[in-house]
């Protein structure tokens, strides 16, 4: 069993049911969209989410134990998800295809990975797209309520502007906050926020 399938497979939702608070702070940011991809989406909490919203979301994660709880999650919430299970490095990011790419705390991929990542997501967006990503600052290793534990994994501002540099960004903020998001996020947290838009 790989390690997010041994973490999803528990009755309860690791990071809790509710969306991620800074992707549900930013819903007023989805009115006129239709699709979204959600990245890593795990156990679905903010796909589910993105579809109460109304758009058409695709949910992409390596775990199908994690994703069946997603499809679980949406019925319950009585939206329609799509979800496909994949291995993140491999996805093609297939070109200008989503209005919304949710990235919520992605930080299981290595530098090089994440690279690709993220040039994947700006490829996949459609022309004035919207990317809504949120992670850890280097200061969570001292916080240890979450997330990774390489340094290198982490996300500085410095970092996300050169990343995506080809979008234009409409906020970017770092700040401390206590998260209470389901077992596995829950504490005093360091937080960096991104919401770009892919120009045209």
């Known amino acids: 069993m790989s390690f997010w399938d041994e973490r999803y497979s528990r ?14 702070a930013n819903g007023h940011r989805l009115a006129g969209y239709r699709s979204a991809l959600s990245v890593a989406d795990g156990e679905g ?3 589910v989410f993105l579809a109460e919203q109304g758009l058409d979301v695709l949910a992409v994660d390596a775990s199908p134990i994690g994703l069946s709880k997603a499809d679980r999650l949406a019925a319950k919430r009585n939206v329609s998800l799509r979800t496909q299970c994949l291995d993140i490095a491999a996805y093609d990011w297939p070109e200008a295809r989503f ?3 949710a990235a919520i705390f992605i930080q299981f991929a290595p530098p090089v990975m994440r ?6 997501m700006v490829r ?17 290793l001292s916080y240890g309520t979450g997330g990774p534990s390489q340094l290198e994994n982490l996300y500085t501002e410095e970092l996300l502007q050169q990343a995506f540099g080809a979008l234009e960004i409409l906020a970017l903020e770092s700040y ?15 937080l960096i926020d991104l919401v770009a838009r892919k120009p045209g």
């Open 11 to 24: 009755d309860d939702y690791i990071f809790g049911e509710a969306p991620n608070a800074f992707l549900a």
């Open 45 to 47: 909490r903010n796909g």
């Open 99 to 101: 209005d919304v790419v």
């Open 115 to 120: 690279e690709a990542m993220f040039a994947g």
């Open 124 to 140: 996949t967006l459609k022309p004035g797209g919207l990317l809504l990503l949120e992670g850890y600052r280097p200061e969570q």
């Open 176 to 190: 401390d906050a206590e998260l209470s998001e389901g077992a596995a996020h829950a504490g005093q947290s360091a």
